[in-house]
């Protein structure tokens, strides 16, 4: 069995990876030759939201089922630049794949794949992961602008300590969590540079959980 690469290259990007209850998940799909050169096209698209579910086996042993559950598809054409946009209305809170899919003129396929998280909204979500996670919506923040922090725990309606440090503490503050996530939003200032980071602090009995991210 020989197999061929596709004439094409796809490129799916989500604007952020997060993203607020409510609000719509925008992915560029780009479609290029192997010079990088555009390729109009008809990408195929499916949103696989990724469902979680606690088993045991018949020993009694514990373990954690994902389930990928499609909630949409699709297709997206690029233009003769080779671009084109997914715009899908928010699916509800949760994390989502977002797979692509084009075929070059011989029938050969490429696939893409990229990934997004939306905060829950006035409802909690009902997931359950294994570390406490957080999920910034940009890279990197610039004094003025606002960052968007989603905490995934694995503790429903925790109360989590939110902290911004650098050369010292910026800020404090304790986060009530809406079932296993919840939505945080720091202010940037002059006051982080060079380096600050966002840190989430969880303590479950003996058990302490921490995770952070730096902002610049």
Known sequence: ???????????????????????????????????????????????????????????????TETRRVPVFTGSVKTDAAGRGKLSLPSPGDGSYEIEGQVADKAGRETRDFTWAWVAAGDEGGSYRYGAMELLLD????????????????????????????GEKLH????????????LVEIAATEAYKP?????????????FMQTERSLN
């Not at 990876?17 to 799909?29: D, I, P, T, W």
Request: charged share 25%; aromatic share 4%; no cysteine.
């Open 1 to 63: 069995f020989l197999a061929t690469q596709s004439d094409l290259k796809l490129r799916l990007d989500a604007d952020q990876s997060l993203y607020a209850g409510g609000k719509a998940v925008e992915v560029a799909v780009t479609t290029t030759d192997h010079d990088n050169k555009p390729q109009p096209a008809s990408v195929q698209v499916r949103v696989l939201k990724l469902e979680t579910e606690e088993k045991t086996t018949k020993d009694g042993d514990e373990y």
């Open 138 to 165: 940009k890279k990197v923040y610039r004094p003025g602008q606002t960052a968007k922090a989603l905490i995934v725990s694995p503790i429903a309606n925790a109360s989590v300590l939110v902290t911004v440090e």
């Open 195 to 207: 380096n600050a980071f966002i840190s989430a602090s969880l303590v479950n009995g003996k058990e």
């Open 171 to 182: 800020d404090a503050r304790i986060v009530k969590l809406n079932g296993t996530s919840g």
